[in-house]
């Protein structure tokens, strides 16, 4: 019989054997039934909302039943120092504005602006030539008054007092020969023609002495020929001093030692009195000229300490004490002057730097201290806080004390460890429901 190769007869025990010898295929996956797949599908929405609504409480829970977190700021004790702040600038006590007396040509400038100078040091020098010849016209205008007064000493006093002298002798035979005359007229031997002669000659002898003796006394001190030449020797003096001040004019120098702060003359120059020239801040004390806002001025007393330091070296600080306060207040700036004196000026320090000065006004040891900005109306008067007490702000009234750099005293109304709402917290008043969270936190 032929055998169909697509058709073979196997035996039960062959297929055993087979299934035996060969890996077994892996199993397929069990279909889920159409109703239970329909049941998931429809359910899914539901859970997704359920797990939905959980999430939500756990954010928006805590929220809705304590509030929102808010940073908060707390009441410490500390020490306090209370100060005034202000800007202002290095300034000697007085400047000197140095110019000339005299019109005329500059020769020579031998200083530089900056430089320190002493006092008696050349810094202007002027063409002279003119006032050099003043100078010797007043002295040979000296030297002629004083030749005069001795000649009125040594020639004029000595001939009046000749004069007198020769007068007197003739005035003295003139009356000698009248009483002769007078004798012999009256034992007839001469005339009365005579004797009127000898009369006359005797007057006329007792007028030059007269004359003779007032000459000599103009000559002599106190009379009107000494001084008339005392008075040309005084008069010659005080123009030749007057030549010689403007000579000295001439050359400007320092009147005090200290630092050109400005120069504005060259070699050259034709300067006028009265124009500036030149800048001198004389050395020595130095002060600090600072603007304190007016409302400050309660604050201020002389002799308080004060820090501060020069814009260009803002980590260096020197020591200054409050010197002065300025009775009138500025209208245009609202402000008061104050100067401090620096008792030990650094090096550094220079005329007219920029400074930074902080005044101490006040000290408390140990104080109950709040952020400034915490506190609410207190311009107003009746200053208060809107203080955390548990999940809610509760308004409180407070007493305040110094305030300064952001922070204020607190007399009445709060303890250490209180917790405050800051005045710039949005959405939180009176009553408000809240979570406290310190402000160290808010940035985390």
Known sequence: MKLDPSSTDVHPGDLAARAASQPAAPASPRAPEPGVLARLRRGAPAALAALALIAAGLVFGPRLLWGPRVAVTPVVRGDFVQSVVASGHVEAPHRVNIGAQLAGEVRAVPVQEGQEVAAGQLLIRLADAEWVAAAAQADAAVQQAQARLRLVREVQEPVAAQALRQAEIGAENARAQWRRNVA??????????ALDDL???????????????RQLASAQPGGSDHAVATTALAEAQAAAAVAHSRLKYTTIEAPVAGTLIDRSVEPGDVVQPGKTLMVLSPAGETQLVVQIDEKNLALLARGQQAMASADAY???????????????????????????????PPAYLR??????????????????????????????????????????????????????????????????????????TPGIAEGARL?????AESGS
């Open 199 to 213: 009369r006359k000659t005797m007057d006329l002898s007792d007028a030059l002495v007269r004359s003779a003796r």
């Open 184 to 193: 012999l007229r009256e034992q007839g031997f001469i005339g009365q023609a």
């Open 314 to 344: 803002a980590d260096q600080h020197f020591a200054a004490d409050l010197a002065y306060i300025n009775p009138g207040v500025d209208v245009q700036r609202g402000s008061v002057e104050v100067k401090l004196n620096v008792p030990n």
């Open 435 to 439: 979570q406290p969270r310190m402000r």
């Open 351 to 424: 005329q007219d730097m920029t400074v930074s000065v902080q005044i101490r006004t006040a000290f408390r040891s140990q104080a109950l201290l709040l952020a400034s900005d915490a506190v609410r109306d207190a311009d107003r008067g009746r200053a208060w806080v809107l203080k955390v007490d548990g999940h809610h702000a509760r308004r409180q009234d407070v007493k305040l004390g110094l305030r300064s750099g952001g922070l204020c005293e607190v007399l009445e109304g709060l303890q250490p460890g209180d917790l405050v709402v800051p005045a710039s």
